[in-house]
Nanobody
Framework: QLQVVESGGGLVQPGGSLRLSCLAS????????IGWFRQAPGKEREWVSY??????NYRTTVKGRFTISRDNAKNTVYLQMNSLRPEDTAIYFC?????????????????????WGQGTQVTVSS
């Protein structure tokens, strides 16, 4: 049984920070890529970041503000979000795929990922 579960969302003021967690079970992170996606009401799901082994990547609008990392001992991936903006408000999802042979381009597309969490709400508002 392969599962990922997100946590750490909440309400924060513009300029504030949050750290999201993605706990993986039933598989080892070494053999999977983990992606973060987000979806605001009435908008399409969009890719935020991914990590695969030592490789990470970010969409342009979060680069320099967000950092993705992995703790293999805890089988957990984190998304540290700093300098948050109102436009970052969304439900954030983590997702997993067996990405050993997957290109960078495909890891930015939601349907590449096989296993999804239920999401955690992030609200940035004054």
């Amino acid at each position: 049984q392969l599962q990922v579960v997100e946590s750490g969302g909440g309400l924060v003021q513009p300029g504030g920070s949050l750290r999201l967690s993605c706990l993986a079970s039933g598989f080892t992170l070494d053999y999977y890529a983990i992606g973060w996606f987000r979806q605001a009401p009435g908008k399409e799901r969009e890719w935020v970041s991914y990590i695969r082994s030592g490789s990470t990547n970010y969409r342009t609008t979060v680069k320099g503000r967000f950092t993705i990392s992995r703790d293999n001992a805890k089988n957990t991936v984190y998304l540290q979000m700093n300098s948050l903006r109102p436009e970052d408000t969304a439900i954030y999802f983590c997702a997993a795929t067996s990405g050993g042979y997957t290109t960078d381009l495909r890891l930015r597309v939601w349907d590449e990922y096989k296993y999804w969490g239920q999401g955690t709400q992030v609200t940035v508002s004054s």
